[in-house]
């Protein structure tokens, strides 16, 4: 146990470099779901801990829960430089929605006027996003009847900028490493 006078005069130093820095400073590098109280169990529901660490602006973790992440909403990442980062092994998120509501999982998507800004350099990666439906209080396989025209609310991850304003761009987006299920 230490206090915060403590925390910031400790030294970490990587192995094979010469670099020191305070433990507080590299613990700040980036944050994790779990830091903001994501569960993780598939019965909690850990939306609001995963929105709060995407609100930081930095690069958020995922490791894998047990079993999964339940999320009732689409998580909203506008900041550039921002990632978010599963297990290698797939860190599993299920969106769990009524039966009548369509919606993706993860947008991408430029702050709203008046902030006049390009979202940029945002990744995602390692993650199996499955869509499930609220079947009485209980997620289930069930899809949606999905008709041929396709539109964001079907996607299971939405990159959008603001078509009509330039300046409230999306651009240079990676998605590696993902799994979809049902969408």
Sequence with gaps: SYNDST???LN???SGTTIS???ANKLQDFVSVKDFGAVGDGSTNDTAAFQAAIATGKTVLVPKGNPYYKITDTLTMSNSHQGLIGDKG???IWLVLATNVNKPAIAVVAPTPPNNATVEYVFIENLYI???RDINGTPTDKVPNYNHVLTEDLAGIVVS???SLRDHAVQNTRLEN???GNF
């Design 7 to 9: 925390i910031n005069t």
């Design 12 to 14: 970490f130093t990587q």
């Design 21 to 23: 820095r305070t433990v």
């Design 90 to 92: 797939l860190s599993e």
């Design 130 to 132: 499955k869509l499930k």
């Design 161 to 163: 900028g603001n078509a």
């Design 178 to 180: 993902i799994r979809l």
